[in-house]
């Protein structure tokens, strides 16, 4: 079942980013900068300001009481004009339950929502180019910033 997220389900909105964005970035060991990022992003307390916050939506993905994927929307980011749609900010699947078609639903239901027009970028090394790619999202450029004295190169997609 997909639904918006309520203010209930931090705890849980927490621990998921956490997993995903650990798993995610951390392939090659912890390093301290990733560690205090993580643990100071993925909060309750962020997951709470998101939820309370009118430019943003969170819409979780839930099997059996348990949320298994969320997607985070941004109204007010925009790339390279407003074009391009708003933004989906994250599309986090739990690891055990990747594969299974929760992201695309995810997507599906932002669009049924607020609309096709949608941009979002990913980590170029990550997994996830593959899904959007598929998916049929078109690919518009990259995105970089400085991590901690580390470039990170993003691919930048849109919907058609």
Do not use: C
């Not at 594969?99 to 695309?104: E, P």
Request: hydrophobic share 40%; glycine share 6%; proline share 1%.
């Amino acid at each position: 079942m997909i639904r918006k997220a309520q203010f209930q389900d931090i705890n849980s909105l927490a621990a998921l980013a956490l997993q995903v964005w650990l798993t995610t970035y951390t392939s090659d060991g912890m390093r301290d900068e990733y560690a205090h990022f993580a643990l100071t992003t993925f909060t309750p307390k962020y997951f709470s300001q998101l939820i309370n916050n009118p430019k943003y939506k969170v819409m979780i993905y839930e099997r059996d009481n348990a949320i298994v994927g969320f997607a985070v929307v941004n109204f007010e980011s925009n790339y390279q004009g407003r074009d391009y749609g708003f933004e989906i900010e994250k599309l986090y699947v739990h690891n055990a339950f990747q594969g299974q078609g929760i992201g695309k639903k995810l997507l599906t239901e932002m669009k049924r929502h607020w609309g096709a027009e949608f941009w979002l970028y990913t980590w170029v090394e990550n997994t996830s180019n593959l899904f959007y790619q598929r998916l049929g999202l078109e690919h518009i450029g990259t995105f970089s910033f400085d991590f901690s004295g580390t470039q990170i190169v993003n691919n930048v997609y849109r919907s058609k």
